[in-house]
């Protein structure tokens, strides 16, 4: 079984501010995990992935995730927000075994402030 | 190289009528995942289909149907429209391989009235 948990429904910060998203997640199983931005009108995008590599991924954007075992966490962060981020944003799973069948979080919704 | 492509982007129907919306891969993947995201909702999943056949469906009644055609492109039927049925629905494809993202497309916007 595999769940995502996304902290926050909407995150608020200023242009230039630190951009922090959180996702928790539960695999029976090593994960793959992805970060996806949506924008208005539009599907997701791949920011990001964790494919058993590198654990500190870096993404399009200037986007990155660290992912933290002991912790279940892949959490999303950028230095300085820009008012072009301000989107959706989604959190996914996958196990490396089982279904394959992503499990999405419910999004966190970035708001920039000028 | 193309990415995945849906029609059309908007559809206007009424309740109890019938909508087909169609969804083309990206060449390679073989892999059709659709899902709708109604408003405040989230990403539910309704149906994955790999090689031509229908791999698992989410928690959505039967009128929810669709298939996938040789040349791996996909289309969703939903029958007996409710107002409910409004969303947005998106449709992802991927290669076999578990650790490859799913890539999306832009969606076709369903609008009962």
């Known amino acids: 079984a595999q769940s995502v948990t996304q902290l926050g429904s909407h995150v608020s910060v200023s242009e230039g501010a630190l951009v922090l998203l959180r996702c928790n997640y539960s695999s029976s199983v090593p994960p793959y995990l992805f970060w996806y931005v949506q924008y208005p009108n539009q599907g997701l995008q791949l920011l990001l992935k964790?494919?058993?590599?590198?654990?500190l991924v870096k993404g399009i954007n200037g986007f990155e995730a660290e992912f933290k075992k002991s912790e279940t966490s892949f959490h999303l962060t950028k230095p300085s927000a820009h008012m072009s981020d301000a989107a959706e944003y989604f959190c996914a799973v996958i196990g490396a075994g089982g279904s394959y069948i992503p499990t999405f979080g419910r999004g966190t919704s970035l708001i920039v402030h000028p | 190289e193309a990415g995945v492509t849906q029609s059309p982007t908007h559809l206007i129907k009424t309740r109890g009528q019938q909508a087909t919306l169609r969804c083309s891969p990206i060449s390679g993947h073989t892999s059709v995942y659709w899902y709708q995201q109604a408003l405040g909702l989230g990403l539910q999943f309704l149906l994955w289909?790999?090689?031509?056949?229908?791999?698992n469906r989410g928690n959505f009644p039967p009128r929810f149907s669709g298939r996938q055609f040789p040349n791996y492109s996909s289309e969703l039927n939903v029958n007996a429209l409710e107002l409910e049925d409004s969303a947005l629905y998106l449709c992802?494809?991927?290669?076999?391989?578990?650790?490859?993202?799913?890539?999306f497309g832009d969606g076709t916007r369903l609008s009962i009235l």
């Open positions: 992802a494809t991927r290669t076999g391989e578990r650790n490859q993202p799913q890539h």
């Open positions: 964790y494919t058993s590599a590198a654990t």
């Open positions: 289909y790999d090689e031509g056949e229908e791999r």
